[in-house]
């Protein structure tokens, strides 16, 4: 099972976002920052299978500029992988909970196009905020002979600082709480 990860840090929070990458505070994001960062996002996910927890470890990731970035443009891209357990033919149920900084985070879940056509993605369901997605899938056939047995869905998720929307809130609440009346 593939998870990709796209993180775009808004405006409002992108030093926010930068000093938790960049822990030598030196301007650039070094492998060793850029391997700890990933896996503190990838160990607020928990992905499993028929209530049988998968582990999820990384694949590759990539950065943007620190520019980029504060434009508001820059995204990381996370790439990671489960191993998936054997499973019978019929109704599985995929869970995807994503619990990376809820405090400044909003998010976009999905399952991708199946790679495999033995894989029939029958419902989709997820919480308001999009930070629990359950995929309900059908399994037929013989599974596949690679190493990618069972369900190959890809789920995304887009952590999209909502910094501009959050900014724009708060300074409107400051002034009408300032105002006299």
């Known amino acids: 099972m593939e998870l990709a990860l796209d993180l775009t840090p808004g405006i409002a929070v992108a030093d926010v976002v930068l000093s938790e990458i960049d822990v030598d505070r030196d301007g650039s994001i070094s492998v060793a920052e850029a391997r700890a960062y990933s896996d503190r996002v990838l160990s607020a996910i928990a992905l499993d299978v028929d209530g049988i927890p998968l582990r999820v470890e990384l694949v590759e990731s990539s950065f943007p500029t620190f520019d980029n970035v504060r434009k508001g443009e820059g995204t990381t891209r996370i790439q990671a992988a489960a191993s998936m357990p054997r499973l019978s033919d019929g109704l599985h149920h995929l869970r995807y909970r994503n619990a990376y900084r809820a405090d400044i985070g909003v998010y976009l879940a999905n ?3 199946p790679a495999s056509d033995r894989v029939i993605v029958a419902a ?11 995929i309900d ?5 013989q599974p596949a002979p690679t190493a990618r047995r069972g369900l190959s869905v890809g789920v995304a998720g887009a952590l999209i600082l909502f910094a501009n929307l959050w900014w724009r809130t708060r300074t409107r609440r400051r002034r009408t709480c300032d105002e006299p009346s």
């Open 111 to 113: 399952a991708l196009v």
């Open 124 to 134: 989709q369901r997820r919480d308001i905020y999009q930070r629990d997605l359950v």
């Open 137 to 141: 899938y059908q399994l037929s056939g």
